[in-house]
């Protein structure tokens, strides 16, 4: 069983960078699909990045491609989500999720995080 452990999240302005980090403990995050989604108030939870096998497998969704970056550190047991040019729209929960499927799909992701709150405002 793996648990993760968001952290990294806060008030930026729009424009601004933030870093999420994922922690894994339990087991080695080696094999799995590891993924961000986001969660806005009285929104449905949306697919954000995802990686697998150290970039053999990598995915962004639309709205933050080109600003967002996911990389993994399996050495430490951790995943990063580097996001830059953030937009209000960006703020939301950000969860951390591991699986075994490469998919967008939240269901497909036997595992996450608690989530950390990201709120862009100027």
């Known amino acids: 069983q793996v648990e993760l ?8 302005q729009p424009g601004g960078s933030l870093r999420l ?8 995050i080696a094999g799995y699909v590891m993924a961000w989604f986001r969660q806005a108030p009285g929104k449905e939870r949306e697919f954000v990045a995802a990686e697998w096998e150290q970039k053999s497998w990598i995915y962004y969704s639309d709205t933050v491609k080109g600003r967002f970056t996911i990389s993994r550190d399996n050495s430490n047991n951790s995943v990063v989500l580097q996001m830059n040019n953030l937009y209000k729209e960006d703020t939301a929960v950000y969860y951390c999720a591991a ?22 405002s100027s």
């Open 5 to 12: 452990v968001e952290s990294g999240g806060g008030l930026v």
């Open 21 to 28: 980090s994922c922690t894994a403990s339990g087991r080695s």
């Open 99 to 120: 699986g075994f499927a490469t998919s967008r799909v939240a269901s497909l992701y036997s595992h996450w995080g608690q989530g950390t709150q990201v709120t862009v």
